[in-house]
């Protein structure tokens, strides 16, 4: 059964706190991205990667990090840097960049 | 970076009615424009697409349509049922990301 995982499905975290967001596919695509979504608001890309081992940032990356050792994840690590991190966040995948992407069910992260 | 506007922000309609929503994007040279239904919690999915070099797309009750000199791009719903309601976001491709519209929640009425 192929698509795109993340989780947990909800998550809780202390201010001050580093916390990791999963996202596994197994689509075998090359491009990987990371979402921010806020009530009422669209997707916001934090970051996102072409190929393995190599990654950018998109338009709201601080305070975010990535890596990308393994073509088949994407994790996305919220550091405490990140002034406001309560939101639901969105992995998604492509076959290359520009081509559609499938998302994920997303991770709702909470600051308590 | 690219830049998408979307209206309106809410849309009521009868069921059995049409639902037309609408976008516009800064950069000319955005050439892939996704349409993305998202449920309460879910993920988006993907509903619809159309490139730069098409002007219009069907798929049963729904088509998009494109226009480049205008830089806009709309959304049409025929024959909306329950189903329908949801959150539908527009995109458009700029050097390989995706840009988002803020979203326009469609309320189906029986």
């Known amino acids: 059964d192929g698509g795109i995982t993340q989780s947990p499905k909800y998550l809780f975290r202390k201010e001050g706190q580093n916390v990791t967001l999963s996202c596994e596919q197994n689509l075998n695509h090359d491009a990987m991205y990371w979402y921010r979504q806020d009530p009422g608001q669209g997707l916001r890309l934090i970051y996102y990667s072409q190929i393995v081992n190599d990654f950018q940032k998109g338009d709201i990356a601080e305070g975010y990090s990535v890596s990308r050792e393994k073509k088949e994840s994407f994790p996305l690590t919220v550091t405490s840097a990140q002034k406001n991190p309560t939101a639901f966040y969105l992995c998604a995948s492509s076959m290359g960049s520009g081509d559609e992407q499938f998302f994920g069910p997303g991770t709702r992260l909470t600051v308590l | 970076g690219e830049n998408v506007e979307q209206h309106p922000s809410t849309l009521s309609v009868q069921e059995g009615d049409s639902a037309v929503i609408k976008c516009t994007y800064s950069d000319s040279a955005s050439n892939y424009f996704p349409w993305y239904k998202q449920e309460l919690g879910k993920g988006p999915q993907l509903i619809i697409d159309?490139?730069?070099?098409?002007g219009e797309k069907k798929d049963q009750r729904i088509a998009v349509t494109l226009n480049k000199t205008a830089k806009h791009f709309s959304l049409h719903i025929t024959e909306t049922q329950p189903e329908d309601s949801a959150v539908y976001f527009c995109?458009?491709?700029?050097?390989?990301?995706?840009?988002f519209g803020a979203g326009t929640t469609v309320t189906v009425r029986a």
């Open positions: 995109a458009a491709n700029l050097d390989y990301k995706l840009s």
């Open positions: 159309i490139r730069s070099n098409v």
